[in-house]
């Protein structure tokens, strides 16, 4: 069975810039999650999509962040524009649904912001 | 802000020792609990998991204990191996609040040889 899949894998940018993160995840899977996890701490939930439908997205900053999933498969992460606190990892996770089901992690994409 | 937390951030532990880290939530409406393993440059990976209406979960050289009266979770890890050496974080689903899946901070494990 196929994994989560993310690109791309580093990212460097400079402040103000802009930059997008792919997700495409396990096939069937209803549930997706992104996560922003900063050095040394835990994964931080951004944003949850059941299907094509936002759960949950009370912690994404939507000033600058924006996610969609496209006919609830794919999911685009951007952030527009960066700031040096937003260098961290982005992972993205997906589940068959949120009831009683782990979420499988993609590798994530560390993006650094300079 | 989170709900679940670990009490230690870093623990070392003998090759072959048992392991046992420990994890405080506070949402006592939470009632699915999941264990991740996260190696260095790579995503969690799933553990073991319970649910609330179980005390105690056993898996292959894992067992997940769930104290409900004092909101405490814990991973036993039997015969630690360095290949167990990893951050690991405990991750409740709020139900109550669409299934959210919320992270603890971590616990670093280091196995001496």
């Known amino acids: 069975e196929a994994g989560v899949a993310q690109s791309p894998r580093y990212k460097i940018i400079e402040k103000r810039q802009s930059v997008a993160f792919w997700c495409n995840p396990i096939?069937?899977?209803?549930?997706l999650y992104w996560y922003q996890q900063i050095l040394g701490q835990g994964p931080k939930l951004l944003i949850q999509?059941?299907?094509?439908?936002?759960?949950?997205d009370s912690q994404l900053p939507k000033d600058r962040f924006s996610a969609e999933r496209l006919k609830g498969v794919d999911s685009t992460l951007k952030i527009q524009p960066a700031k040096l606190e937003d260098s961290a990892v982005y992972l993205c996770?997906?589940?068959?649904?949120?009831?009683?089901?782990?979420?499988?992690f993609g590798q994530g994409t560390r993006l650094t912001v300079v | 802000g989170e709900s679940v937390g670990l009490h230690l951030p870093t623990l070392s532990v003998q090759e072959g020792d048992n392991s046992i880290i420990n994890c405080a939530y506070s949402?006592?409406?939470?009632?699915?609990f999941i264990w991740y393993k996260q190696e260095s440059g790579k995503g969690p990976q799933f553990i073991i998991d319970?649910?609330?209406?179980?005390d105690k979960r056993q898996g292959q050289r894992v067992t997940v204990l769930l104290n409900k009266t004092v909101k405490h979770l814990s991973l036993q890890i039997a015969a630690t191996q360095p290949g167990d050496s990893a951050v690991y974080f405990c991750?409740?689903?709020?139900?109550?609040?669409?299934?959210?899946?919320?992270f603890g901070q971590g616990t670093e494990l280091s196995v001496k040889p």
């Open positions: 996770a997906s589940s068959l649904h949120s009831a009683y089901t782990e979420a499988f």
């Open positions: 096939s069937g899977h209803a549930t």
């Open positions: 999509f059941q299907n094509n439908g936002v759960v949950d």
């Open positions: 949402n006592s409406a939470s009632d699915y």
């Open positions: 319970i649910r609330s209406n179980m």
């Open positions: 991750a409740e689903i709020l139900y109550n609040q669409g299934g959210k899946l919320i």
